[in-house]
């Protein structure tokens, strides 16, 4: 718990509290301006489109200043786009200012991650990276709460205190985080790129999981015949899943492997949703929901591990300009395709498209473990392989290589 850990934590939770803020109420703001349900979800999907606009700029700045600095333009440009928002009188507005604010959000999140990266260690790599996605998880958990509280007072104050909490995170950033974190940065070339197969299939799976989740869950629950009530509750225990699970099983991650760990997580992920959807017994809706929520929570941050693990400190911000693109390509197009589905086969399949990207991912895990050991088979595990062929990129190759 050093302080720039601590102060990089902490914006996390307010860029969550933004995130967790704005997705309710901007739907909210929009249907009460009589927009159609159609347009209020086109507009949604602009915000993962304007992430993986910005992801290439965001690496440049990285490059040519430092990480601290797209992590303060992020904050800052999420914060001007929020107070843009009561300013809205037309679709063109709603869309060009969403736009603006998913622009601040994607240079935060790729400062973020190539921050939380470049100071982690390979001892606490997993760990490090679990704790900064739970901080954002449990801002995402306060912001709606909030969020409502303030528009029902005055909606247009809940965008400004929005803005402001986000502002006050860029001095943190400025003063907390060390000036030298990204020296050096250069971009990715194609036996990195390579080496990322596994942690972008993993958060790919993982933003569509979470769209569907979040989209279309609701509604397919609601329809099989839970009430409110029932369907809330499994919503939450998914969400409780993740929370309880991501710091147990990062911390094993370091012990054992992120590899392994993400393979166990995806293989008890499927499982879990497919009980989920099939039963039609509420208690083991519920239980599968948290056993779901808990195998599928830790994934972004292992993820995220694996890709600080395996490319050198100088390609990091790259390496999560791509990694956050994957996701928001991920989350973009599962509610569309995953709707399609159920409307050809029925709402029991509504995890048939995460379940089959992670059963697919497991496969491939398991694959490139078996032919690495027939490979190698009196060389070194390969998680030794992949951190001293990291440190021969960077010229710092410490010790030797022990079989």
């Not at 990322?196 to 329809?223: K, N, Q, R, T």
């Not at 839970?226 to 919503?235: D, G, K, N, P, Q």
């Not at 496969?363 to 021969?392: E, F, N, T, Y």
Request: aromatic share 8%; charged share 10%; glycine share 10%.
């Amino acid at each position: 718990m050093r302080k720039d850990l601590v102060v990089l934590y902490a914006v996390a939770l307010l860029a969550g509290t933004a995130v967790g803020f704005y997705n309710p109420v901007i739907s909210l703001r929009m249907k009460e301006a009589g927009f159609s349900d159609t347009v209020i979800g086109a507009a949604s999907s602009l915000f993962f489109l304007g992430i993986i606009i910005v992801a290439p700029i965001a690496g440049y700045v990285a490059r040519r200043y430092s990480l601290r600095a797209v992590l303060a333009i992020g904050l800052a440009l999420a914060g001007v786009g929020s107070t843009l928002f009561p300013m809205a009188q037309s679709l063109e507005h709603w869309i060009l200012f969403r736009l603006v604010l998913s622009a601040g959000i994607g240079f935060y999140l790729i400062g973020g991650q190539s921050t939380v990266n470049t100071l982690a260690s390979e001892e606490n790599r997993s760990l490090i990276s679990g704790l900064y996605a739970l901080s954002i998880g449990l801002g995402m958990g306060i912001g709606p709460i909030g969020g409502a509280a303030l528009s029902s007072f005055e909606p247009k104050w809940a965008f400004y205190a929005c803005a402001l909490v986000l502002w006050l995170g860029i001095p943190v950033v400025m003063l907390g985080l060390p000036s030298d974190a990204s020296k050096k940065l250069v971009p990715l070339q194609r036996r990195q790129i390579q080496h990322m197969g596994v942690p972008l299939h993993a958060v790919f799976s993982y933003g569509v999981a979470e769209s569907i989740l979040m989209s279309l869950f609701p509604i397919v629950m609601i329809d099989r015949g839970l009430t409110i009530a029932e369907m809330s509750l499994a919503f939450s225990a998914f969400v409780f899943g993740g929370l309880i699970s991501t710091l147990p099983i990062t911390r094993l991650a370091d012990m054992y492997g992120q590899e392994r760990s993400l393979a166990a997580c995806a293989a008890v992920g499927v499982l879990g949703s497919l009980v989920m959807t099939w039963s039609d017994s509420i208690a083991a809706t519920m239980i599968a929901s948290i056993l779901t929520g808990g195998a599928l929570g830790p994934v972004y941050a292992l993820a995220l591990a694996i890709v600080g693990r395996r490319l050198p400190a100088e390609q990091l911000s790259a390496g999560s300009a791509i990694f956050t693109v994957a996701f928001c390509i991920g989350s973009m197009i599962a509610p569309f395709f995953a709707a399609l589905i159920i409307s050809e086969w029925g709402s029991k399949h509504l995890f048939t498209l995460s379940s089959v990207l992670f059963a697919s991912l497991l496969i491939r895990i398991l694959v490139h473990r078996v032919g690495c050991k027939a490979a190698l088979p009196d060389g070194p595990d390969v998680s030794h392989r992949l951190q001293i062929d990291q440190a021969a990129n960077r010229g710092k190759v410490e010790g030797q290589m022990n079989p």
